[in-house]
């Protein structure tokens, strides 16, 4: 069993930047990558508005790059997933295992009353680590639509993110697949650039804000289709056009497209933790700077004599802290992740500080 005063779960932008914080504080951070270390940019290609990288860099570079700089000043990397926690009492305990024929597979896609059954058994074995401090940065995933070419093509005509990939599909023709305001932003975005866009909305309405509907419905670059969906995604090394079903007419279409962006929600990555720390209701982990009037009231409730909100990153269990998309209900960036990711190292550090 291994003992640390900082360990962090997680290895996106958020996780590496925490262990770079916490490893130059001289605190040694264990540092539990996953299997899949990187997170979500190990599957993106060119970034191009990530600051001092002016020619764009490639999201599994820039993953690494950060790693490298957390290792060097001492971060120990631990290529495993945390499988079960509990934070009823300090020190904090980790389990980094999984039972024989189990694979992370289920921390993605197991239902709650799985996971319920997976981390009962887990925690019937001793525990691998214990930890003065936690920092939580497993991220999320953007929810995906589960057709035949999407995973084929993501980063090649398939993306879950307009905001960082609008600029290279300047007079191209793209679809967003989503009817709520997230997917009315990433239209929006797009428009800047693209030659069209198309919005596709399984249902015969939208979810979006008015201010949102009529923004786009006055937009000349843009369509609406309802009661559409994608059954299929297609190219040859990158996307060309996409099987569209209408279900009203039962009838299938094939379009010419060259960018699908898919906009239907994120899922973070925290069912290991429903019954250790307090989720809003979508599964997001709440702090004392979430975007949620859950998070504000938190916030209310821990001000300091000067009118100071303490440790702005800490969770609803004292000396718990979470950064990045898990904790992000808005934003999603690879350069916010990062900066939560630096707070959160400070806040652990100054909070072990008072120990």
């Given amino acids: 069993m291994q003992k640390t005063k900082v360990a962090i779960i997680g290895s996106g932008p958020s996780g590496y930047t925490a262990a770079l914080y916490t490893a130059r504080a001289n605190l040694a951070p264990l540092v539990f990558t996953g299997e899949k270390q990187g997170g979500q940019l190990m599957y993106t290609t060119v970034i191009e508005n990530f600051p001092g990288f002016p020619e764009g860099i490639e999201g599994p570079q820039l993953m690494m790059n950060m790693r490298s700089q957390a290792e060097k000043f001492g971060a120990q990397m631990q290529e495993k997933y945390v499988t079960a926690v509990d934070f009823s009492q300090r020190p904090f305990k980790l389990w980094a295992s999984f039972p024989e024929g189990a694979t992370g597979e289920i921390l993605e896609k197991g239902t709650p009353e799985e996971i319920a059954v997976f981390t009962q058994s887990i925690k019937a074995k001793m525990h691998d680590v214990e930890a003065d401090a936690v920092i939580l940065a497993v991220g999320s995933q953007s929810k995906a639509l589960g057709v035949p070419g999407e995973k084929e093509f993501l980063g090649r005509g398939v993306s879950t993110c307009a905001v960082c990939d609008a600029a290279f599909y ?29 919005i596709l909305v399984r249902t015969d309405k939208l979810r979006a804000s008015k201010v949102m509907q009529e923004r786009l419905q006055s937009n000349s670059k843009v369509t609406f289709l309802y009661n559409t969906t994608i059954k299929e995604i297609r190219g040859e090394g990158a996307v060309k056009e996409v099987v569209l079903m209408n279900a009203v007419e039962n ?90 990711g630096s707070s959160a190292a400070i806040d652990a550090e100054r909070w072990l500080e008072m120990r």
């Fill in 170 to 198: 300047r007079e191209k023709n793209t679809i967003v697949v989503g009817g709520g305001d997230t997917a009315m932003e990433d239209a929006l975005a797009l428009t800047k650039f693209a030659k069209t866009v198309t």
């Fill in 251 to 340: 009838k299938e279409t094939v379009m010419p497209i060259d960018g699908v962006f898919v906009a239907i929600g994120h899922q973070p990555m925290t069912k290991i933790f429903h019954n250790e720390l307090q989720l809003d209701k979508h599964g997001f982990i709440l702090t004392r700077q979430s975007l949620t009037k859950a998070g504000v009231e938190m916030a209310g409730n821990a001000f300091n004599e000067e009118g100071i909100v303490r440790y702005p990153t800490m969770t609803s269990v004292e000396g718990v802290f979470a950064a990045g998309d898990v904790v992000d209900v808005r934003f999603w960036q690879a350069i916010t992740a990062a900066g939560q």
